[in-house]
């Protein structure tokens, strides 16, 4: 997460590090950007220290910054929080910008890159702090990460599903809701229509409710039904329905894998100190408060204030002004996508469960903003609150209606 720098706090020398998968090249430099080092270290835990400890040598107000905070970065990262080290995190399409500015043009090195990242973190005031989060938000980034990858590898494969099965036998691809698990495990058993009309709706009723497959009945009678509206047997049939049979038990094997991952998330969700005042406001699933927290480490002193936590989640304008022209906002390149997704999500949830949410959403819709406007709009007063509920330690409740005199 991001934190401003301390203020007090200046730096006497700069350490800029471009991350590589196994080897890192950090360059330091001084106040007037004079090089003072200028490494190739590799992704060694030893290598690492004996770094932080040369730099360190040099002057203690360092400043470091890297142009990746997870993945080849986490290990230096790791060592340089345990260490009580500053490190601020320039995105690698800023790098990429700034390098063109510096000698040398679009020539790149790493070399180069660690410079820009140091210089660049010299000059500006706007850079963040990467801050660590605790144990359990460490946990459940990892989680809900390893969650969402699951859930798109199983949309990919129920389209590959789906094309395989249009290839041959077009009726029963209609006729299957392939999202759901009764029609996946149909397709583990039963692909062809020859094979289908020979068993029958009651044998292949059974077959499904041996498995535990709600409504296995009417299932069967519409695999029937789409077996007999098929007579022919298309060319590669035979290899076909086997590559089926593969494609639906994968599909399977996300689904429980998906599965173990939200029981995995709602233990170690249920240990965080703010999960029950996150969980209480309407809309935030458990799911998606893991993701707040994963997002946020849960820690809104991190923050400040609610307006930098909106801004960390793209929830707060950033001027567009230009000469003459004031008044232009626009949503913000740099913020968490991820945490975005999750206040956006649960604001549209909201509005089936919360009253409070339908009655200010329908406020901005008869202001004359979209649907998404009303949704965004209604997702920054949403983490307004939360952020306050968090501070308080405080669960949500509505605040009661207004008598007014008469």
Known sequence: MNDELAEGYVPEIWAGVDIGKTHHHCVVIDTEGK???SRRVANDESELLALISDVLEISREVLWAVDLNHGGAALLIGLLVSHGQPVAYLTGLAVHRASATYKGGEGK??????????DQARV?????????????????RTLTTRRLDAVFDRTRQINRLRAQLLEIFPALERALELTNRGPVMLLTGYQTPAGIRRAGASRIGTWLKNR???????LAKTAVEAAQAQQTALP???LAAAMVVRLAKGVMALDEEIAELDALIEARFREHPHAEV?????????KLAAEFIAATGGDMDAFGSSDRLAGFAGLAPRPRDSGRVSGNLRRPRRYHRGLLRTMYLSAMVSLQCCPVSK????RKRSEGKG????????ARRRLNVLWAMIRDGKQFHASPPVTLAA
Do not use: N, W
């Open 236 to 238: 590669g049939e035979k």
């Open 371 to 378: 649907h998404k406007q009303a949704l965004l709009a209604l």
């Open 278 to 286: 996150i969980r209480s406001l309407p809309g935030m699933g458990t």
């Open 359 to 362: 009655a200010f959403y329908d």
């Open 124 to 140: 500006r005031r706007d850079l963040g702090l990467l801050r660590p989060g605790d144990e359990i938000a460490v946990d459940l």
């Open 109 to 118: 090195t790493d070399a180069k890159d660690a410079f820009v990242i140091a």
């Open 212 to 218: 535990k497959v709600r409504g296995a009945a009417t």
């Open 35 to 37: 090089r003072l080092l």
